[in-house]
């Protein structure tokens, strides 16, 4: 059977299990968890995997899922990649009521798209007449949030990094893939293949007054709101300083500024991430914001704790690997609806995994409203969920048919910017000053 004979068989596969795969996302999308928490999500998982007869590893930075499919050889081994967890939202029709979550970002139809490209390669026999293995990542806490609790986790030595992938890399489990694939969802009727995007790292601040009845002895006390509030206008006179080529982004929220409105608040705590395009000018921004916070304590007299987290290394996505993926967009939607996208101002943990292997992080249309907005949703069921899973399937026998000749030349024009994971390693502990 040749490649097209092979696309065609697995896009008829996943076309017969379309039900099913659209299920599973509504089903995940109804009932959104915040990264490390997603235990409900994972039970859908991997019940679709008990269904496939996949077998998978489970618990990996506490909530990951590595479910694996073998080929006729073993010449290279692709990973496809999904995500767990929701975002903070509150106004979403479909929030959690007690925490927020909300799938507000897509992450339901990556994971559904990804279990039915599973579907389309198993169900068919195509991956029996590959030459390279496939993995199906479910991968935990994409998105960055909570910062002080992760850092608790850190703290008590459960996990090392705010992202779910990069406590997968880690671990080890990337140090056999040689290419990674992942879809992201979007809205409108268009695909696209992207370039470049932030990196970040992230920082929670305690700012540390003295109590005092506020309105019968203020003098007495030392208002850590306003030593925030301070701080917080110096990180903007700030702004004017970052180059505009390093597209830096700063954007603080306060998570508690106070305790009592007739206490002079002592207590006040901030999140921001530093996000840019590349990890020096992030780091020079970094150093600015840090100043700042620190001149808003001294003009009080407070004191501040800075407490700063590995954020995410900024995407690049591999340009061989986006004209293969491009060609079958093109296949599925025409290239009308295939766009180019430009550099980016979000962050993800993907671009972690794109300094050590080939990898690529397209979007895929099919939804409506904003992301991580309250009216984000799916208009599009067939683009969102069914294309997804097609595009993927049909990249993974693009690498792995033919003696993986595609993945071995991606392997081979791909410069890394860390050879190992022992590099990696060592270059966030640098970056972090450790």
């Known amino acids: 059977m040749n490649i097209q004979e092979m696309k065609t068989l697995v896009c008829k596969t996943i076309d017969e299990h379309r039900d099913e795969i659209i299920a599973l996302g509504e089903s995940i999308f109804k009932e959104p968890e915040l990264g490390y928490k997603e235990h409900k999500t994972v039970k859908k998982v991997k019940a ?11 618990e990996i930075g506490l909530t990951g899922i590595v479910a694996k499919l073998p080929g006729k050889e073993h010449k290279g081994t692709i990973a ?26 897509g992450h339901f139809a990556q994971i559904a798209a990804t279990i039915g490209a599973a579907m389309g390669l198993k169900y068919s026999g195509v991956a029996q007449m590959l030459d390279g293995d496939m993995e199906f990542w479910a991968t935990p806490a994409e998105e960055a949030g909570e910062v002080e609790w992760r850092k608790s986790l850190i703290d008590e030595g459960k996990i090392s990094f705010l992202g779910g992938k990069q406590e997968m890399i880690k671990l080890g489990y990337l140090d056999h ?19 470049t995007s932030n990196g970040f790292v992230a920082k929670y601040v305690k700012y540390i007054g003295k109590e005092a009845h506020a309105g019968g002895a203020p003098h007495l006390g030392i208002n850590a709101l306003n030593a925030a509030n301070l701080g917080l206008m110096a990180v903007n006179a700030q702004r004017e300083t970052f180059k505009n080529d390093d597209t830096i982004r700063v954007h603080p929220i306060i998570t508690k500024g106070g305790n009592l ?25 970094s150093v600015k914001v840090n100043r700042a916070f620190e001149a808003g304590a001294m003009a009080v007299g407070a004191q501040v704790e800075i407490v700063e987290v590995p954020g995410y290394m900024p995407r690049r996505n591999d340009e061989n690997f986006n004209k293969i993926f491009e ?39 099919g939804m ?11 208009q599009d069921p ?23 000749e595609k993945l071995l030349e991606l392997k081979k024009d791909f410069v890394p910017v860390y050879k190992n994971r022992e590099e990696y390693l060592a270059a966030w502990a640098q970056l972090m000053g450790e």
């Not at 995997?49 to 489970?58: A, G, H, I, R, V």
């Not at 893939?177 to 370039?195: Q, Y």
């Not at 409506?368 to 799916?378: C, E, P, Q």
């Open 80 to 105: 496809i990649m999904g995500e767990l967890d929701a975002v903070v939202c509150p106004g979403h029709p479909y929030a959690d009521p007690d925490t927020g979550a909300a799938h507000a970002c």
């Open 261 to 285: 409105v007739n206490v002079v608040p002592a207590d006040v705590r901030i999140e921001t991430y530093v996000r840019g395009k590349t990890m020096p000018g992030v780091l020079d921004a």
């Open 177 to 195: 893939i040689d290419a990674a694939l992942m879809i992201h969802s979007t809205s409108g009727p268009n695909c696209a293949v992207a370039t």
């Open 368 to 378: 409506i409203g904003g992301g991580h907005a309250s009216d984000f949703a799916v």
């Open 48 to 58: 679709a995997l008990d269904k496939l007869e996949l077998p998978y590893e489970s």
């Open 382 to 404: 067939e683009m969102a969920y069914v294309t997804a899973a097609k595009s993927m399937a049909m990249t993974a026998i693009d690498l792995l048919a033919n003696g993986c």
């Open 327 to 365: 060609e079958n967009l093109n296949i599925l939607v025409g290239p009308e609806h295939v766009q180019h996208l430009g550099h980016m101002g979000g962050c993800s943990d993907f671009g972690d995994v794109q300094h050590l292997v080939p990898a690529i992080h397209p979007y895929i249309g």
